[in-house]
């Protein structure tokens, strides 16, 4: 059987990763949503854009021109935690 590759939210039940890391990833991507993937202090990275990508609602709202700056923080988080690290 394969090996389930972990979430960052995994990650970060495990203290591979740090709330301080999280937010730091959620800072860089809004300030720069071109910005480069994320490296966690663990060896992991993650793809901010992409892991937004792959959350619709996330992806959704944060089309939206709208969207609050706090509800556009929200969905950011929540898409890094519950995305997939690239690497680790």
Same mark, same amino acid.
């Given at each position: ?11 970060? %039940? $495990? ?8 937010? /730091?990833? &959620? #800072?860089?991507?809004? #300030? ?7 490296? !966690? ?8 854009? $992409?892991? &937004? ?5 996330? $992806?959704?709202?944060? /089309?939206?021109?709208?969207? +609050?700056?706090?509800? %556009? %923080?929200?969905?950011?988080? +929540?898409?890094?935690?519950?995305? !997939?690290?690239?690497?680790?």
């Amino acid at each position: 059987m394969a090996k389930e590759i972990p979430s960052v939210g995994d990650l970060r %039940r $495990k203290s591979e990763v740090t709330d301080d890391e999280i937010e /730091a990833a &959620i #800072a860089a991507y809004l #300030a720069d949503e071109s910005a480069k993937p994320f490296a !966690f202090n663990s060896g992991h990275t993650i793809d901010v854009a $992409k892991a &937004i990508e792959m959350h619709p609602q996330a $992806k959704k709202l944060l /089309a939206d021109k709208a969207t +609050t700056p706090g509800l %556009r %923080r929200t969905m950011v988080m +929540t898409a890094v935690i519950l995305g !997939f690290p690239l690497q680790g």
